[in-house]
């Protein structure tokens, strides 16, 4: 009923979870060797497609064909032995096998058991052969991700579906993404790639299907999708695709020796100000156990002030984020909100201080209706009448939650759970806000929405501390900007010292070699940031 | 299969061969209230390590090994009592029995996950302890009496639970070492991905579920010819599976040898020592439980494995550390050579 060179038919596929229509009437047929991708804002129903294909969730309407054979009945397993193999958007690493144990499940499963030399090709493509004995436990993100490819791979796919490997990936990291699945699909697999990041798709695929509410809204090549008005509206929106929604506006500060490679570790130090600063982190080391993830970081956010901390993955950030918070304590160093010694002082009352966190993840409960979330960010003892002007004030910053405040927040789309989980912090009425990685995997239009809100909340004087993995989102609208490389301070000044990609690319990954033999502890004039208390940038583009 | 997770993966089979040669030849030289013990504790040792298999290896937590303690040891008494056929059938009836119970329940029991698959095997143990006790035929709450003199004792009901222990022990390895166990691992730490790679979740999980149950009911078999009289409160009562829980995860879960230690903490530490003070030994094993799971989750092998490298070895490399707990395991970076380890556990 195919032709003979279509890999995988897709027919009117339909699939509802309670009241929500995930997918409705979805048609795909992808030729063999093809590159697709599946786009559209959050809550489209793009994992659900895949979902549905690998046979983890079962559709309520519609057919799933490889080749000639029908999918859609088959449990799982058997689907992935016919050649469907799926790599989840959260690797699901098997924690207590190392990492070879971890492949050699997926080799086993489907076909004869994979040889010691095919089993090393494989680990060396994913860049795993020097991590093959390590415990799945210890990689950090960009090898999960990896590990979570290698898997999928091994049990020889003729269909490889992606789901936002790249979703976390900054510049290099990205870049050897990218790279994998085209090697992957240069070797003739058929690729199905759900992605947020616009250049992954550029880059890897010959046609793009846009999903919004579950239904098709386009399909073409990228550039012919990228012109679309329809899509533009409902997922790229405006600060997108240009990539330069960097700061432009902003003047070029007047100290141009913002990166200043300071040989003495002590002069790394911040130097006394004024007792107004909202946080001062004075040479705070903290980590886990053996490590250190922190180290020697000092820091002060004015109040009024945005600053972003950016850097790769495991550069130390939620780290940094703990250790403010409280739930990771420092080993060294002095941490002081409103002028108050909190080293030691446990995560409570440090939220009480006026310190909100926005963790990671969004973390929102799910089967509490949206405005039993936000009731939950208050502090106890505040008033019913308080609470709720509290209330209607982060309604006036996100619209969307009042109109959704009788809705189950576990129902609701990644932007919308993410505003709620900023909303809740700002229940809290805090003096400093930080914000984990709040654009981890957002549609475009739902970052763009979620920035002007931000914006928005700094006006009324909160502080800002954005810990992002986004960096021309984040440097668009800071005053400052701190990169961590490996735990340590790689770069610190204004956000116009990062513009430059190959900037950018030395503050995260270590200059070119010539750099390498300084022991740079690289300061940044952080006279900047407290000789200007105010805001110099402009508005985000 | 060329490729072995672990190599030298023949030491252990062998030490597994020798020690039972050895214990075996023991049978004919121990006096009696030495192999009585031993009994005990072999016994003790397969229901233990039955457990483990299920729970350590396969991730179903089972709080029924009381029920497949029952199921053989009254198919063997029930069998030696009303037929008169001999020892030796009934010991092979009794495992056939808890396959055959097992297999019956999994239909149920392995759609429940998590805590409700233990929910789940506590619920089997409690409601068939409660079937025999009301079973007339069966001998009701007062049990049944197996005749002594048509089953082994001594030296030879030593040496039958040396090779069930044995049988135990070599399922255990099997778990352990070969791509079965891997996938049975693969189960445990993710399911979904475990499918999503090919893996038959419910076969698998049937297929562990199957031979753990089988030698438990084998233990119950030798425990009915050691106790000659078996009643519901007896060889059904909760004890069996709490014991199977205490021990293994005092001793370490998902280990080979952890089972082995802990059927001798327990016993020695706990049900022998405190036999006249009932009430504070449940106490005090509620208290070791909390402890074990609160400071040495792995229990209390993988502990001294950790101490001994420590002591014997140089440096412990990369992966020989200390069991991590899963205290932050995201954004941290890697200690390199480059950057030595700042802090150091003493």
Redesign the interface.
């Known amino acids: 009923m195919n032709s003979s060179d279509t890999a995988l038919t897709v027919r009117g596929l339909g699939k509802h979870f309670g009241g929500v229509t995930a997918l409705d009437g979805v048609d795909l047929a992808v030729r063999r060797a093809e590159a697709v991708a599946v786009i559209g804002p959050n809550g489209a129903g793009k994992s659900t497609l895949l979902k549905l294909i690998a046979g983890v969730h079962r559709q309520d309407s519609g057919t799933i064909h490889l080749g000639d054979r029908r999918l859609d009945r088959l449990p799982p397993h058997r689907i992935t032995r016919l050649g469907v193999a799926l790599a989840h958007q959260v690797p699901r690493p098997f924690h207590g096998l190392t990492v070879r144990d971890n492949v050699r499940i997926g080799a086993m499963a489907a076909g004869p058991p994979m040889r010691g030399p095919e089993l090393a090709d494989l680990l060396a493509l994913c860049q795993l052969d020097t991590k093959a004995d390590r415990p799945a436990d210890s990689l950090r993100v960009l090898d999960l991700k990896r590990l979570e490819v290698a898997r999928a791979l091994a049990t020889r796919p003729q269909v490889l579906m992606l789901d936002e490997v790249a979703a976390g990936l900054v510049g290099r990291e990205l870049d050897e993404a990218i790279d994998l699945i085209r090697r992957v699909h240069g070797l003739g697999t058929t690729v199905i790639l759900v992605e947020h990041i616009e250049r992954v798709v550029r880059e890897l695929v010959d046609r793009v299907l846009v999903l919004n509410w579950g239904r098709p809204i386009a399909e073409g090549t990228p550039a012919e999708i990228a012109l679309d008005e329809e899509v533009r509206a409902v997922y790229l929106g405006d600060g997108g695709s240009s990539g330069g929604g960097a700061p432009a506006a902003n003047p070029r500060d007047d100290s141009q020796d913002m990166k200043v490679v300071e040989q003495d570790a002590s002069a790394s130090a911040v130097p006394h100000g004024t007792d107004g600063d909202v946080l001062i982190l004075d040479n705070v080391s903290s980590g886990y156990g053996d490590m250190l993830a922190l180290r020697d970081f000092s820091l002060r956010v004015a109040p009024g002030q945005i600053v972003t901390v950016l850097g790769a993955n495991g550069a130390g950030k939620s780290t940094l984020c703990g250790t403010l918070v409280g739930t990771v304590g420092s080993r060294t160093g002095r941490i002081t909100a409103f002028g108050r010694d909190i080293t030691r002082l446990p995560v409570h009352e440090r939220a009480r201080l006026g310190i909100a966190y926005c963790q990671e993840g969004r973390r929102v409960f799910g089967d509490l209706t949206v405005a039993e979330n936000l009731r939950l960010g208050a502090p106890l003892s505040l008033p019913r009448g308080e609470v709720g002007t509290r209330m209607e004030r982060v309604h006036t910053v996100f619209p969307v939650l009042a109109e959704r405040a009788g809705q189950r927040a576990g129902t609701m789309s990644g932007g919308q759970q993410q505003m709620l989980a900023v909303g809740r912090a700002l229940m809290a009425d805090p003096a400093v806000l930080i914000c984990d990685e709040i654009s981890l995997g957002l549609a475009p239009v739902a970052i763009d929405a979620l920035y002007q809100a931000l914006a928005e909340i700094n006006a009324q004087g909160v502080a800002i501390l954005l810990v992002e993995q986004n960096v021309k989102r984040a440097l668009g609208i800071c005053d400052h900007g701190v990169v961590l490389s490996r735990g340590r301070v790689s770069y610190r000044g204004g956000p116009e010292g990062l513009l430059d990609d190959a900037d950018l690319d030395a503050a995260y990954f270590g200059a070119p070699a010539s750099d390498t033999s300084v022991p740079t502890t690289v300061t940044a004039a952080a006279t900047t940031a407290s000789g200007s208390p105010a805001r110099t940038t402009g508005e985000p583009s | ?3 072995t ?1 672990v190599p030298r993966r023949w030491w252990p089979t062998s030490a597994l061969l020798l020690a039972t040669v050895v214990c075996f030849a023991l049978g004919g030289v121990l006096d009696s209230g030495t192999l009585d013990l031993g009994v005990t504790l072999l016994c003790y040792l397969a229901i233990a390590q039955a457990w483990n298999i299920l729970a350590g290896f396969g991730g179903l937590v089972s709080l029924g090994s009381a029920a497949f303690v029952a199921t053989g040891g009254y198919a063997a008494a029930l069998l030696l009592v009303h037929t008169g056929l001999g020892w030796p059938l009934a010991v092979v009836a009794a495992p056939v029995a808890a396959m055959l119970l097992s297999l019956l329940l999994s239909a149920a029991l392995l759609r429940l996950r998590g805590d409700y698959f233990s929910i789940g095997t506590l619920a089997v143990a409690i409601a068939l302890q409660a079937l025999i006790r009301n079973w007339a035929w069966a001998g009701g709450a007062s049990g049944v009496t197996v005749p002594a003199d048509a089953v082994p004792s001594g030296g030879n009901l030593f040496q039958l639970a040396v090779l069930v222990a044995a049988l135990a022990m070599a399922l255990t390895l099997y778990a352990r070492y070969s ?1 079965f166990g ?2 049975l ?2 189960i ?3 399911e ?10 419910r076969r698998h999980q049937l297929a562990a579920l199957l031979p753990t149950s089988g030698i438990t009911g084998l233990a119950g078999a030798v425990i009915a010819f050691q106790f000659i009289v078996i009643s519901p409160d007896g060889v059904a009562g909760v004890a069996w599976s709490l014991n199977a829980v205490l021990m293994t995860v005092v001793g370490g879960t ?1 280990t080979i040898l952890g089972p082995v230690l802990g059927v001798a903490v327990v016993y020695y530490g706990l049900t022998r020592g405190l036999q006249s003070e009932q009430t504070l030994s449940l106490v005090i094993e509620g208290v070791l439980l909390i402890g074990i799971v609160r400071f040495a989750p792995q229990g209390v092998w993988p502990l001294l494995c950790w101490a001994t490298r420590r002591l014997l070895g140089p440096r412990p490399g ?2 020989t ?1 200390r069991p ?1 707990t899963d ?9 390199t050579a480059s ?1 030595p ?5 003493v």
């Open positions: 299969m060329t490729l997770t791509d891997l996938r691992a693969a445990r730490d993710n979904p991905a475990a499918a999503g790679l090919g893996v038959a979740v998902g990369p992966g550390g991590v205290r932050g395991k995201k954004d941290e970076p890697a200690p950057e380890v700042a802090v150091d556990a």
